[in-house]
């Protein structure tokens, strides 16, 4: 079973930048397609973006297009959330998951995927 940790969170003010970094260990790594998740307190659980396992391919949420950007480096096993311009509705806890296929089809499902890391704070004042 793939092993998740996520890294990069903290506290940064509106307009800021921060970079999320999910590794994992355990597996083929290209041969999974990989996804990003948020909640924030009150919440449920909301889609951010996928990518397939080859990387060819990346979804979005409308409410972070143009803003959050995901890739991934195979030979590193890991997946990264570049995020510019946050706003403080970006407030959250960011999940990385795991779906033991390369591709996937329906990406914003939470069922779709397999394994979730445990998270990691970010924070984003006005």
């Known amino acids: 079973q793939v092993q998740l940790v996520e890294s990069g969170g903290g506290s940064v003010q509106a307009g800021g930048s921060l970079r999320l970094s999910c590794v994992a260990s355990g597996g083929t790594f290209s041969r999974y397609a990989m996804g990003w998740f948020r909640q924030a307190p009150g919440k449920e659980h909301e889609f951010v973006a996928a990518?397939?396992?080859?990387?060819?391919?990346?979804y979005y949420s409308d409410s972070v297009k143009g803003r959050l950007t995901i890739s991934r480096d195979n030979a590193k096993s890991t997946v990264y959330l570049q995020m510019n311009s946050l706003k403080p509705e970006d407030t959250a806890v960011y999940y990385c998951a795991v779906r033991y296929s390369s591709y996937i089809f329906d990406y914003a499902s939470g069922t779709a995927y397999d394994y979730w890391g445990q998270g990691t704070q970010v924070t984003v004042s006005s």
């Open positions: 990518i397939t396992g080859s990387g060819g391919s990346a």
